[in-house]
């Protein structure tokens, strides 16, 4: 009696939940599975009962002194002997000897059950002794080879990741198959398993080295067991939001091309917010590369009154510096630094830069761009064009290297002989797209006191808010830079015979397409072959040499003109960079402001009767 009870007791110590284990039979009686986190709740709780129960089972047995197997009865011995003997291995957790379980029959010959068989084996188990009538060993998956049981799995027991796809329609949609019909495992979405994940530091245990340096590591994983973990979370939280969680179909024909997917407006909405535009160094005023401002020899002072009224300003439209396009030097002005309404540009108010004011936005084709915010009025000042004075052989130089995998350019010309590069340095309006039909345009001011400009936009005309911000490149006539009488075919003369020429007078004998570039290193450029999106219904269908005279054939809106069909057209056999280069709108200066003189560049001319316009105003002033 006490032999079976200690029997009992010892069945229901040596069930540690981790450590795989033969064990000998248990009884048949298949007990309802509670779910897997309520056993193990269960089990915990339940142990130390059970310890409670060994110990004085054990206790009683020692102090009768019938401890011994010879107290067994014949019959129980010969029938124990049958039965396949324990297998005793080390728990992997305790380093512990586990300890034979005697026969069940024995416990199953008690009518008084004791305490601790009120928890009920995890599983029913059947062995070859003592399977059931009609059931076949082949089935169990506990049965092991030598006859013995064995638990098929540890805690982690069904934390399931499956490797064929799932019968249920519903879950099948979860699972992405590759060519083969394989399923892509990292598309598989969790099934509903109770079993508990893995500890985060599971992995980190199982790789960690011995403590001690010379043994080897106890245990190696083929890989990385959280990353699975991970994956199978991952696909849980996104599920329905993303790619994870995508349905089959839709990831078949996103993989095959079929845009599946929808993209709505929103979507494009959300890519276009988060496109960044490369970045550049954001300047106050222009920076001169290699030079410094060239001084003037006069300085521009005009004649206005200072204002007489708290809250006027002084130097309006009819100042001369404004009407000349010359800025006023605040400190020279006789208006003051507080009233003159004719500063420099950088001084003056225009649209700030911001969500508010004027924001970059990504137009898709044509890549970043400007939009306003807010409305504006016809003739307003919105915005300056800073950047890098350079030299034009140093615009190319940078074009063939700095700039040699970029698909947009910053350059606006400057005065005919240096560009302003906004490319590395600059402010917003660097990104100010082009249009055959713009709703700005630049003009060149000059500052008081130097011989340097500055470059404005302003409205063409009133602009709502929400609008994109363009203005027309006015390409650089590059005919007038070609050489004279260079055949196309000839070799490119060499750098020591070369400089580039900047001659201001059109040639008609050069056979260079009209908007090739001859550098001073001996390097045709063609900028003349960069697709224009803008839209517009007086779209030239490129930006370059192309739009110099404005194409009569009208473009449908939103698409650009025909591509060229002939040779010639496409420019083939030329150097193609799509170098982009603008140039200003010149205002003409003499006109506007009612003075004579002519020769040399409208600018040189402008600047010219400037000098000599305020040569006069400034003796007037001081006689
Ligand atoms: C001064 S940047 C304008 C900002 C530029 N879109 C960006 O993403 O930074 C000039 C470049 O913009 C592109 N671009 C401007 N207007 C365009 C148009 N109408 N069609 C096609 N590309 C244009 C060209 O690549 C050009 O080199």
Avoid at 92 to 104: A, H, K, R
Avoid at 455 to 481: C, K, R, V
Avoid at 547 to 573: I, L, N, R, T, Y
Wanted: hydrophobic share 30%; aromatic share 6%.
């Amino acid at each position: 009696m006490l032999a079976s009870l200690a029997a009992k007791a010892v069945t229901a110590v040596t069930s540690p939940i981790k450590s795989a284990f033969a064990y000998s039979p248990a009884p048949p009686s298949p007990a309802p599975q509670p779910p897997l986190l309520d056993a193990a709740e269960t089990r915990l709780g339940k142990r130390s009962q059970r310890e409670e129960s060994v110990e004085s089972a054990l206790t009683e047995l020692s102090e009768d002194g019938e401890g011994d197997a010879d107290a067994v009865e014949p019959e129980e011995r010969a029938s124990s002997a049958k039965k396949p003997r324990l297998a005793v291995e080390e728990d992997v957790n305790e380093g512990q000897q586990q300890l034979p379980t005697p026969s069940p029959s024995r416990s199953s010959g008690s009518s008084e059950p004791p305490a601790f068989e009120a928890a009920p084996p995890k599983r029913a188990r059947t062995t070859r002794a003592g399977k059931a009538d009609g059931e076949d060993e082949d089935d169990d998956p506990a049965l092991g080879k030598d006859g013995k049981h064995y638990y098929v799995a540890g805690l982690y027991w069904s934390s399931d990741v499956p490797t064929q796809k799932r019968s249920s329609s519903a879950a099948s949609e979860d699972v992405e198959m590759d060519e083969s019909g394989a399923p892509i495992w990292r598309s598989i979405v969790p099934s509903r398993s109770t079993a508990l994940p893995p500890p985060i530091h599971h992995a980190i245990t199982l790789l960690s080295p011995s403590l001690d340096d010379d043994a080897p590591m106890p245990f190696r994983l083929p890989f990385d067991i959280l990353r699975d973990f991970w994956f199978v979370e991952e696909a849980k939280n996104r599920k329905g939001k993303g790619r994870v969680g995508e349905s089959a179909a839709a990831a078949k024909a996103r993989r095959e091309g079929k845009g599946g997917v929808k993209t709505t407006e929103e979507d494009i909405e959300k890519r276009e917010k988060s496109k960044k535009p490369e970045p550049y160094r954001y300047i106050g005023k222009n920076v001169y590369v290699g030079r410094g401002p060239d001084k003037a020899p006069i300085p521009a002072i005009c004649v206005c009154a200072p204002p007489k009224r708290a809250g006027e300003m002084g130097c309006g439209i009819d100042c001369i510096n404004r009407l000349m396009q010359y800025c006023c030097d605040p400190k020279l002005c006789p208006c003051g630094p507080d009233k003159c309404a004719n500063p420099p540009l950088n001084k003056r108010e225009g649209v700030p830069e911001g969500k508010d004011g004027l924001r970059v936005i990504w137009t898709g084709n044509r890549g970043f761009g400007l939009k306003t915010m807010v409305p504006i009025k016809q003739g307003d000042f919105v915005i300056e064009y800073r950047g890098e004075i350079i030299s034009r052989d140093e615009s190319y130089r940078r074009v063939l290297t700095t700039y040699a995998d970029k698909t947009s350019y910053y350059f606006m010309d400057y005065d005919g002989h240096e560009v302003v590069d906004a490319g590395q340095r600059g402010n917003a309006a660097r990104f100010i797209n082009h249009s055959c039909g713009p709703n700005l345009e630049v003009v060149r001011w000059r500052l008081a006191g130097v011989e340097e400009y500055q470059m404005g936009l302003f409205a063409l005309h009133d602009i709502p808010a929400g609008t994109e911000l363009t203005y027309d490149y006015g390409w650089q006539d590059f005919a007038a830079l070609a050489p004279p009488s260079l055949p196309s075919t000839a070799p490119l003369p060499t750098p020591a015979t070369t400089t580039t020429s900047f001659s201001s007078t059109p040639t008609t004998t050069n056979t260079f397409a009209e908007s090739t570039i001859l550098l001073s290193t001996g390097t045709a450029i063609d900028p003349s072959h960069q697709r224009c999106y803008c839209g517009a219904a007086e779209c030239s269908g490129f930006l370059g040499g192309r739009a110099k005279g404005k194409s009569k054939k009208k473009a449908k809106k939103g698409k650009p003109a025909a591509e060229p069909k002939d040779e010639k057209e496409k420019g083939e056999g030329r150097k193609e960079l799509g170098f982009v280069q603008a140039k200003i709108r010149v205002v003409d200066h003499q006109r506007r402001a009612s003075v004579g003189g002519a020769g040399g560049t409208p600018m040189r001319s402008g600047r010219e009767a400037a000098r000599r316009a305020n040569e006069k105003l400034v003796a007037s002033a001081s006689a």
